[in-house]
Nanobody
Framework: QVQLVESGGGLVQPGGSLRLSCAASGSIFGLTAMGWYRQAPGKPRVLVARISVGGSPNYADSVKGRFTISRDNAKNTVYLQMSSLKPEDTAVYYC??????????WGKGTLVTVSS
């Protein structure tokens, strides 16, 4: 089993920044891409950003140029640096880890609220 623990959420004003972290622990052998999804109230969960083991990122169009995903394989941690935050970025952010065989792992989520 793998545990994913997110941290770094909170309340921020529009235009502000936050950095989310997700630490993986447990049987991490076999993990591949890691990423962040988000779910706003009444909406489906959607991909925000994803990064391969080799460090190749991809982003949702809505966050390109504002968010940066990175990972530290030595620490089994993935980060999401969020800048120029907008009210529409308000959501619960979930860490995700894919693996070679089997379903993805998910964290419990961390709430990001962008409001003045």
């Amino acid at each position: 089993q793998v545990q994913l623990v997110e941290s770094g959420g909170g309340l921020v004003q529009p235009g502000g920044s936050l950095r989310l972290s997700c630490a993986a622990s447990g049987s991490i052998f076999g993990l591949t891409a890691m990423g962040w999804y988000r779910q706003a109230p009444g909406k489906p969960r959607v991909l925000v950003a994803r990064i391969s083991v080799g460090g190749s990122p991809n982003y949702a169009d809505s966050v390109k140029g504002r968010f940066t995903i990175s990972r530290d394989n030595a620490k089994n941690t993935v980060y999401l640096q969020m800048s120029s935050l907008k009210p529409e970025d308000t959501a619960v952010y979930y860490c995700n880890a894919a693996r070679v065989v089997g379903p993805d792992y998910w964290g419990k989520g961390t709430l990001v609220t962008v409001s003045s």
